[in-house]
């Protein structure tokens, strides 16, 4: 009789909360229009805006903001998880420290970060990201940095140190920063302890939910997918073209979360419109248990019978969730954000790239007057054994290859930079050749249609720049046989130098022509 009753009594929990999730999917339809209709109006405003020649002055972004500030992204029953919201309803609403209003884009990635004890991951994680995304998918997609603390001053210190190193992104809307109200969190002092966990681990955990919670609700307005990030990863690249790709193949099938990294909370994609259905999901029980458990939880009470076995309800759960492989996210942290926790976590289905890509190159003597770190040599970089790795530079530095004896170059490829190091790029830098034999400027530049010749004090000749690490171009067969290719660097640069690709690209022999 005490068994049958306590079946009794789970079963009649289980029919409540899947009355209540039943409810709050019926609300976040019947919401649908008046998101719709804010989304527009936002739309039209923005509209408005790119057709005039003003710049984007505080009073237009706030008005941007006012907008946003309407949605119904805080679902009707927040003050109940979160009574304290009562008495503080602008308890929701973030501070938007760096941000442009974009909206309507196909992916909003989600990145929290705190304060860290010991070594802070986040600037090499924007970086991997971003060198991850294509330039033509930069207007499809943003990434949204929630700095979970309350102290303004370190808010805006992490604030002013990704402007300073993403100047070009945060300026564009790509790349926005956000924080929390004070009043956003309840008191944390009197969590029950459960599990065996500690007292700080419990906090630590609840308060990662409400963070979850918060920059869900910042980012279900403003695109099509969401995908949770964490600060301390690294990313393949074209990650974000694969997860659109993989995400269009499962349009036919109901599915509540695609899977590109099998490490807890990392990698994890949602249809954005879902958000509402999970944030009150999570909210409803903060206190309870860590968020990569209150997910499993939510698909189970979506889709598991009680009445059949486990193994029947990992089947059913896997239609909602779905895998893809090889994982696209990395965790690179050590020292995790709960004080004192070492973890060294790693995902076995992530496949590393090559830090480097080899090409067979033309003889040549290699020199530079970079400082090169440990055995990254240039030598090694040019046969294509390992990438080149040196100090920072300083305006007048140089990498230089002479050839062996003058020959006809038809293109180069250097790029900079590689998947775990992706800041370490080269920047104001320029391509230079120097011809094996005398060039008559005015001449040249009459046989050739828009090509403008730019000669040094030295002799050689300006062929191209690097663009966000890359320099990638062809060498007119004007300038014939080329002595020495050369990468000029003009300006001092904090950060340090990798190549992890060169490639020069000289003409085909006949007798090569005749073996193809």
């Not at 009707?76 to 503080?88: A, G, V």
Request: aromatic letters at 10%; one cysteine or more; a neutral charge.
């Amino acid at each position: 009789m005490h068994l049958g009753s306590g079946l009794d009594f789970n079963q009649r929990q289980l029919l409540e909360l899947r009355q209540r999730l039943f409810y709050a999917e019926k609300e976040n339809r019947k919401r649908s229009e008046e998101l719709n209709s804010v989304l527009n109006e936002i739309k039209r405003f923005i509209g408005d805006l790119a057709n005039t020649s003003t710049s984007v002055t505080d009073s237009t972004k706030l008005k941007v903001l006012s907008l946003t500030n309407k949605l119904p992204v805080h679902l009707t029953n927040i003050q109940h998880y979160l009574p304290h919201l009562k008495d503080h309803e602008d308890g929701i609403y973030p501070n938007v420290v760096i941000g442009q209003g974009r909206t309507g884009v196909s992916l909003v990635m989600g990145i929290p970060t705190v304060r860290r004890t010991k070594q802070n991951y986040l600037m090499d994680t924007l970086n991997s990201l971003f060198y991850g995304i294509p330039e033509e998918q930069k207007n499809n997609c943003m990434i949204v940095v929630f700095v979970a603390e309350v102290d303004s001053d370190y808010v805006n210190s992490i604030a002013e140190s990704i402007r300073s190193c993403f100047p070009n992104e945060t300026l564009s809307g790509v790349l926005e920063v956000i924080s929390p109200p004070s009043s956003y969190y309840p008191e944390l002092s009197n969590l029950k302890e459960t599990f065996g966990d500690s007292k700080e681990r419990v906090r630590w955990r609840t308060k990662q939910n409400l963070d979850y919670s918060f920059l869900m609700m910042y980012a279900q307005p403003r695109g099509t997918f969401y995908l949770q990030l964490e600060d301390d990863i690294i990313a393949k690249p074209e990650y974000t073209q694969i997860i659109n790709d993989f995400a269009v193949q499962q349009e036919s099938k109901e599915w509540m979360i695609l899977e590109f990294s099998q490490l807890g909370f990392i990698g994890k994609l949602f249809r954005c419109r879902d958000l509402p259905l999970i944030i009150e999901f999570l909210l409803m029980f903060y206190k309870d248990k860590p968020i990569d458990w209150l997910i499993d939880h939510l698909l189970w009470v979506k889709v598991c019978n009680p009445e059949k076995d486990a193994r029947h309800c990992e089947r059913q759960k896997n239609y909602l969730r779905i895998r893809y492989r090889p994982s696209l996210f990395q965790h690179v942290g050590v020292h995790s954000s709960l004080a004192g926790k070492i973890q060294n976590l790693k995902d076995k289905d992530f496949v590393k790239n090559s830090l480097f890509k080899a090409h067979t190159n033309p003889p040549a003597e290699v020199t530079t007057s970079l400082k090169v770190f440990q055995t990254f040599t240039l030598e090694k970089a040019y046969k294509g054994v390992e990438c080149f790795w040196a100090f920072a530079p300083v305006a007048g530095d140089y990498i230089l290859f002479s050839f062996w004896q003058p020959l006809k170059v038809v293109g180069y490829l250097f790029r900079s930079g590689n998947m775990e190091h992706p800041g370490d790029k080269i920047f104001n830098a320029t391509v230079e050749v120097l011809p094996a034999a005398e060039i008559d400027i005015q001449s040249a530049e009459g046989k050739a249609q828009n090509f403008k010749i730019i000669k040094t004090q030295d002799g050689y000749f300006q062929i191209g720049t690097f663009e966000n690490g890359i320099a990638d171009g062809i060498i007119s067969p004007i300038l014939g046989k080329i002595k020495a290719l050369r990468l000029s660097i003009h300006s001092s640069s904090p950060m340090w130098v990798l190549l992890s690709e060169i490639f020069i690209k000289r003409e085909k022999q006949e007798s090569e022509k005749r073996l193809l």
